[in-house]
């Protein structure tokens, strides 16, 4: 059965609402993507209206801006840090937006959003 976006079925009270139509299209949902360091693996997942988005499922690399220089440079993802949008990601490991990993050039926090966009791209922490 293909996951839904839709309003609950049931009220909070648990009434259930009156149905009126079935699932949609435009409704469906798709199983978060747990973005971790490891051997680069992406998929390109076509979605509504011809568009696609790019899946990031592993990566040991990342797009570094330096804020002082303007400079951007690929380097290599030494350790996972943390993880402030979840304690379960913060546990597991997973990149998302926001999420702080340490690299040869310092501390970086992600900016880009690696399940959706397929890329790392972060930002110097300045200490």
Do not use: C, W
């Amino acid at each position: 059965m293909a996951r839904s976006q839709a309003r609950s079925k049931r009220k909070y009270t648990g009434k259930k609402y009156k149905h009126f139509h079935k699932k949609r299209k435009r409704e469906l949902e798709r199983p978060p993507i747990a973005t971790k360091i490891g051997q680069v693996k992406k998929k390109k997942q076509r979605t509504l209206g011809g568009n696609f988005k790019l899946k990031l499922f592993s990566s040991t690399f990342i797009n570094v801006t330096n804020p002082a220089t303007n400079l951007t440079k690929k380097v290599k993802i030494l350790k996972f840090e943390s993880n402030a949008a979840s304690k379960d990601f913060n546990r597991r490991h997973i990149l998302t937006k926001g999420a702080i990993v340490d690299t040869p050039e310092g501390l970086a926090r992600i900016s880009s959003r690696p399940g959706q966009h397929g890329i790392l791209n972060g930002i110097l922490i300045s200490e």
